[in-house]
């Protein structure tokens, strides 16, 4: 309820937040969010928490990838493998 209205519950977007939040606590920092355009509540409200739940938790490593008809392979790889690079960089650095 700190990320999103407990009556906000169009969609997939709410679920999204919780899942995020849940894999943090559980120990995991590095997720990647993939969705599809199409679903709006999922990206406006999973894609809109990204920046509050990474100021809540800087360890956080997150980043979402998009997938629809206009996403190209390469931009969607590319964006991976610069969340993994960050995710080596961090673990080499502790």
């Not at 977007?13 to 999922?42: A, D, Y």
Request: aromatic content about 6%.
């Amino acid at each position: 309820k700190h990320y999103v209205s407990l009556g906000n519950q169009t969609g997939e977007g709410w679920f999204l937040t919780g899942e995020m939040l849940e894999l943090i606590h559980s120990g995991v920092k590095n997720i990647v969010c993939t969705q599809p355009f199409g679903c709006l509540p999922n990206h406006i409200v999973g894609k809109g928490v990204i920046k509050e739940v990474r100021r809540e938790h800087p360890e956080a490593n997150i980043v979402a990838i998009d997938y629809d008809p206009g996403a190209t392979r390469v931009n969607q790889e590319n964006r991976i493998k610069l969340m993994l690079a960050n995710a080596r960089q961090t673990a080499t650095e502790k």
